[in-house]
């Protein structure tokens, strides 16, 4: 086009600068802004908006300040959409009071004419919610609904996220009904938000009616809806319930990730069902869902909490065939059982394999080796790994010294009384 002398409008410039941005090439679209500027046509308030939020898109707010400035020299004087784009990229920095001063600017420059709009406003309340200052989050709440504002249903999904954040349970169920007053049906973040809440209070009788009222309503639950109540029933230990509602996914043709089956497994690797996490395991390679390795931790627990260490071992070997890796959970599993159960020299064998394959072995690995030494009454052994430990820098917790401590007491506790005996 510009070699047939033909130049392009304004509209195509902002095409082609809100693909650049959206890309990250900023110094490209800042050059092609220049070039407008210079050669025609003239940027607009939407040019400087998208080049504004590609600014912000890549976490560079001070320039995006800057840009503003500029806007204003050049001819264009920020809009709404703007002062959007500031306030969230701001507020999404924690910089809530820095978001209220720059509104407050322009409303100002604005001689007053414009109000905070509902998105702006739905921006700063739900940074206030953040920020957990919910004292500011609802006194521009009931600004926002006095200046009769057409309230919408993101307004009362921030509204109800904020309360469910400060465990306000009952105050979320009120938003809840007051958006049915206004004549607002809630969507699936409504209903989400409140599950997560919900689920967080151990209120999961409450949360798995949320679920069925989403059906009721026409609102089908998500992989998130069901997710969330079955992570939390396996949590408390309602690991019954949680299948069922695996079931449920399943029936609706939604298959989830490995994530639910994982958290499945190990809630009946926890409870010692073995068979049932294996069930789930092989129900989950039937409908397509490849196991990782945090499915093969779940089960190297639930044969370990069994007591069966050679299963538990051989597992280890099942993964290498199928092309995965044990990490360090499998190993300080692996080693925490053979301590149980007296087999150092098996427990110190995996921590040089764990070395060979390039882990690191973390606290809780020496955590366990001391206490396998200990319990092999090898103190010596026990105190010298203690020291290792404590030159390597490697962070560390109360519980190894007072493993060895506990023992130190129970060695040395017969003889001092046999002393006390001859004295006497």
């Known amino acids: 086009m510009m070699q047939k002398s033909v130049i392009p409008d304004v509209t195509t410039h902002n095409y082609i600068i809100n693909r650049l941005c959206r890309t990250g090439n900023m110094e490209k679209a800042d050059w092609l802004i220049r070039q407008m500027l210079e050669f025609g ?26 840009l503003l400035s500029a806007m204003a020299k050049n001819g ?42 509902l998105i702006t406003s739905t921006i700063l309340i739900d940074s206030s919610f953040k920020s957990r200052n919910m004292e500011h989050a609802l006194t521009l709440w009931v600004e926002m609904t006095q200046k009769c504002t057409e309230i919408d249903v993101i307004a009362y999904n921030v509204l109800i996220n904020g309360f469910c954040l400060n465990g306000d349970m009952n105050f979320a169920y009120g938003s809840f009904c007051d958006m049915f007053k206004r004549g607002l049906l809630p969507d699936i973040f409504t209903l989400n938000t409140l599950i997560s809440g919900l689920c967080k209070q151990r209120k999961l009788d409450e949360a798995c009616y949320i679920l069925k009222m989403m059906l009721i309503m026409g609102i089908g639950p998500d992989q998130l809806s069901y997710k969330m109540i079955i992570q ?32 499945l497994i190990d809630g009946y690797g926890r409870r010692g069902d073995v068979d049932k996490a294996f069930l789930i395991r092989d129900f989950m390679v039937e409908v397509g869902v490849t196991p990782n390795t945090f499915t093969y931790n779940a089960l190297v627990l639930a044969e370990v909490k069994s007591g069966n260490i050679l299963r538990a071992y051989s597992l280890k070997q099942e993964m290498l065939q199928f092309g995965l890796f044990p990490d360090v959970v499998t190993f300080n599993l ?10 150092v020299q098996f427990a110190l064998q995996l921590h040089d394999e764990m070395l060979r394959r390039g882990y690191d072995p973390d606290i809780i690995t020496y955590t366990e080796l001391i206490r ?40 040395r506790g017969p003889k001092k009384h046999l002393t006390s005996a001859k004295d006497g």
């Open 41 to 66: 046509p003239s940027p607009n308030c939407s040019t400087y908006n998208t080049f504004l939020k590609g600014y912000c898109r890549i976490n560079d707010v001070d320039k995006a300040l800057y």
């Open 76 to 117: 264009n004087w920020p809009n709404r959409v703007t002062c959007n784009i500031l306030v969230h990229a701001l507020c999404k920095k924690g910089l809530l009071e820095d978001a209220v001063k720059l509104l407050e600017q322009i409303l100002e420059d604005d001689n007053g004419v414009a109000t905070s709009d």
């Open 232 to 263: 939390a029933l396996c949590i408390y230990g309602d690991i019954v319930r949680a299948t069922k509602f695996l079931q449920c996914m399943l029936k609706d043709a939604m298959v989830p990730g490995p994530h639910i089956w994982n958290v």
């Open 334 to 343: 692996l080693i925490g059982a053979a301590c149980n159960f007296g087999h």
């Open 372 to 411: 396998g030494h200990c319990v092999g009454g090898n103190l010596k052994e026990a105190e010298e790994l203690l020291g290792k430990v404590q030159r390597s820098g490697l962070p560390i917790d109360c519980v190894p010294y007072k493993i060895l401590l506990k023992n130190l007491r129970r060695m």
